[in-house]
């Protein structure tokens, strides 16, 4: 079993639409919890993060958490074609520093 | 400075040979991380440092590969003997070290071995 898993997609959406990205993850006392974005041939780049059970809005982005489901989702309202990358769900462990542990990535498309 | 910076951003190298990879981390920060990105894959984990010291290197994936750094700030990825199975893209973040810092990532070094 990964220890973050995601579906690699392509999800595609209407321009305007409600894009929703999934993610589970294993370690059951992870307790931080990021989503990047990553377009094609570029870095990642911090779009949320969030800490806590419940939903964490920013703009057109909302994170939601629930980890006795061990569940971390990306909702992104008004999909726009400029949305159109790959999603990479990103854990925290409790080993000590900030590692991050990624899934692979769903890629999504908003198409117009 | 304002970003991570690594170099070179582009580096094709002969099977067999030996690469080194920098990165300079943003000012400040005393965690930096290495991760490698084969194309179309996720991101691996291969090593991290709080300081000059490295808690976690379980990602390294053989004794080819090794890492160092220095006065808590420049790190240098090192392969040595290439092979066509390390051509990817090597991302190197940096963070402040507490759990739950925003890690920031740099360009990356594409390495290709051929």
């Known amino acids: 079993q990964k220890e973050v898993e995601q579906n690699s997609g392509p999800l595609s959406v209407p321009e305007g639409a409600i894009a929703s990205l999934n993610c589970t993850y294993s370690?059951?006392?992870?307790?931080?919890f990021f989503w990047y974005r990553q377009y094609s041939g570029k870095s990642p780049e911090l779009i949320m993060s969030?800490?806590?059970?419940g939903d964490k809005e920013d703009g057109r982005f909302t994170a939601q958490l629930n980890k006795a489901s061990q569940y971390v989702s990306l909702l992104i309202r008004d999909s726009q074609p400029s949305d159109s990358a790959t999603y990479l769900c990103?854990?925290?462990?409790?080993?000590?520093?900030?590692?991050?542990?990624f899934g692979t990535g769903t890629q999504l498309k908003v198409e117009l | 400075g304002a970003g991570v910076s690594q170099s070179p951003s582009n580096k094709v190298t002969e099977k067999g040979k030996d690469v080194e990879l920098r990165c300079d981390p943003i000012?400040?920060?005393?965690?930096l991380y290495w991760y490698r990105q084969s194309l179309g894959q996720g991101l691996e984990f291969l090593i991290y440092?709080?300081?000059?010291?490295?808690?976690?290197k379980s990602g390294l994936p053989s004794d080819r590969f090794s890492a160092e750094r220095t006065g808590g700030s420049v790190s240098t990825l090192t392969i040595q003997r290439t092979q066509q199975e390390d051509s990817a893209v090597y991302l190197c973040?940096?963070?402040?070290?507490?759990?739950?810092?925003?890690?920031?990532f740099g360009e990356g070094s594409w390495l290709t071995v051929v």
């Open positions: 973040a940096s963070s402040l070290f507490q759990t739950g810092n925003t890690i920031y």
């Open positions: 370690d059951r006392v992870s307790q931080s």
């Open positions: 969030i800490y806590s059970n």
């Open positions: 990103a854990v925290g462990n409790t080993g000590g520093g900030n590692k991050l542990t």
């Open positions: 000012s400040g920060h005393t965690a």
């Open positions: 440092f709080q300081g000059n010291s490295a808690p976690d």
